[in-house]
């Protein structure tokens, strides 16, 4: 199976900490997106790294990627209650193929 | 530009009645995907469509199921005979290319009583 697999399930931290999520995946693939879905919600696209990128950031958050352990990891910085959520990786294979999702983080930020 | 539109928001039916999810994509796009998520779970995917065709239905029951995108109008997930079982949150989401970022609608969650 491709589908991602995040570590931990559930993450619960203090406000201005940094939250880290893992990813681990199977297969090749042709890139890996995080997204979050607050409770009750669609999910949001928060950052897309190709396989051929090791590291990319956008605003406090950071992902890294590692084709050769077949994993990747989420950081957000300086943590805010607003970032409670579940986070979800998703891999992409190439070619007419939907992405995949792994199971999510449950992230809770306390005040 | 409005977002993924998805309706209704919450469907209930009854055993055995059948239920239409709509789904329009971000305009622009022309690849539809549908998922279903059941509580405190990950998405399961289920089709992936583009306009008038079915790309992928790999995760979508053999029985029951259907799905479509036609040339006009919003890609329609159609459930017949609804069992218990099917009450989850249905998502469609929507790209401008393949296996680019997707983009979601709010959902439709489905009750079957």
């Known amino acids: 199976s491709q589908q991602g697999e995040e570590d931990p399930q559930a993450l619960s931290i203090q406000e201005g900490e940094n939250a880290t999520m893992n990813c681990s995946y199977k297969?090749?693939?042709?890139?890996l997106q995080w997204y979050r879905q607050n409770s009750g919600r669609g999910l949001v696209h928060l950052i897309l790294i190709r396989s051929n990128e090791r590291e990319k950031h956008s605003g406090r958050l950071r992902v890294t990627l590692d084709t050769s352990k077949k994993s990747s990891s989420l950081l957000i910085t300086a943590s805010r209650a607003a970032d409670t959520a579940s986070y979800f990786c998703a891999t992409g294979l190439g070619g007419a193929q939907k992405l995949v999702f792994g199971q999510g983080t449950r992230l809770t930020i306390n005040p | 530009n409005a977002g993924v539109m998805q309706n209704p928001r919450h469907l209930v039916r009854r055993r055995g009645q059948e239920a239409r999810l709509r789904c329009s994509p971000m305009?622009?796009?022309?690849?539809v995907y549908w998922y279903r998520q059941l509580p405190e779970e990950g998405l399961k995917f289920m089709v992936y469509?583009?306009?008038?065709?079915?790309?992928?239905e790999s995760g979508m029951p053999k029985e029951r199921f259907s799905a479509e995108f036609p040339k006009e109008g919003p890609s329609i997930l159609r459930i017949q005979q609804v069992v218990r079982g099917d009450s989850a949150a249905y998502f469609c989401?929507?790209?401008?290319?393949?296996?680019?970022?997707?983009?979601f609608g709010s959902g439709t969650q489905l009750s079957v009583l």
């Open positions: 305009k622009g796009h022309s690849h």
């Open positions: 469509l583009q306009k008038e065709n079915i790309i992928d």
């Open positions: 989401a929507s790209s401008l290319e393949v296996e680019e970022k997707l983009f």
């Open positions: 297969t090749s693939i042709n890139n």
